[in-house]
């Protein structure tokens, strides 16, 4: 697909762009309004599409904790067998949690982790099915409320009898941001692993205690625009850090609900890397 129109619908599910705008400047690079209504379906998200993640071996669980403005909602997978797990806090895009959020969510239950994956839309009445309503919403959060929300989770989590003490934590996008963020104001966390996410300032980065892992696509140059003086500061305060660039992949390649940016051999490569990441600084 022309790398233009992806660009667009980047800037459509990132930038305030009303839908009408996005499906003129659509039509504009398809050539027709008939050719621009056949490439929503390769677009836009079909959660029909994702992987399927079993819970059959797993235990699951809805769950809420106390946040900053209310109730956190958060879906909760881990092992069957009562044990205590290292934790894995799981961040969504700006989507809230939907089913592709919970199925990575048992993915990293699979992976032998008590898997967390809190609503950033919680105070807002949860998650609409619609995607395009869902960012809307984003528009009404407030970004400390939301770091102060998600940095509750780590509150929360030592009070589980299948909590081990030890967290890390990954997030895709929106997500990932917050993973960044979260891995400067939460000093306890050991790991944090952020897909394709905006880097915090470079001076906060000495306030960093735990291990890094990034992953970025070749084509985000949007993101990736901040790589460079992140990892100037990662490097300049000796934050343990791992940065991986996958050759041609677009932002959000692992989300397999999105067949247009989604890259099947950079996602499941940057998500073994992930779980192995974990296996080193959690367990």
């Known amino acids: 697909m022309d790398q233009n129109i992806i660009n667009l619908y980047d800037e459509y599910t990132h930038k305030p762009l009303t839908r009408q705008e996005f499906l003129r400047r659509l039509s504009l690079l398809a050539g027709s ?20 993640t079993p819970e059959d071996d797993l235990f699951t669980e809805r769950i809420t904790y106390p946040g900053i403005n209310g109730d956190m909602q958060a879906y909760v997978a881990r092992p069957k067998k009562d044990k205590k797990y290292s934790a894995v806090v799981v961040i969504h895009e700006n989507r809230g949690l939907n089913a592709h959020i919970e199925d990575v969510t048992r993915r990293a239950a699979k992976a032998g982790f008590l898997a967390i994956a809190p609503n950033a839309l919680s105070s807002l009445g949860g998650t609409p099915e619609n995607a395009d309503e869902a960012r809307a919403k984003f528009q009404q959060l407030k970004a400390e409320d939301n770091l102060q929300n998600f940095i509750k989770v780590f509150d929360y989590l030592p009070s589980r009898k299948d909590c081990n003490g030890k967290f890390g934590c990954v997030g895709f996008c929106w997500g990932g941001a917050m993973s960044n963020n979260l891995a400067v104001n939460v000093p306890s966390l050991k790991a944090a692993v952020a897909f394709y996410g905006r880097q915090p300032a470079a001076a906060d980065v000495a306030k960093i205690k735990a291990a890094i892992q990034l992953h970025y696509g070749e084509m985000d140059e949007g993101v990736n625009k901040g790589i460079a003086a992140y990892e100037e500061a990662l490097k300049a305060n000796n934050v343990k850090y791992e940065l991986y660039m996958y050759e041609g992949a677009q932002h959000a390649f692992h989300n397999d609900t999105a067949p247009t940016r989604y890259n099947e051999t950079a996602a499941k490569l940057a998500w073994q890397r992930t779980i192995d990441f974990f296996k080193k600084h959690l367990e």
């Open 33 to 52: 309004t008939a050719a621009a209504m056949s490439l929503l379906p390769l677009l836009e998200v079909n959660y029909s599409h994702a992987a399927i």
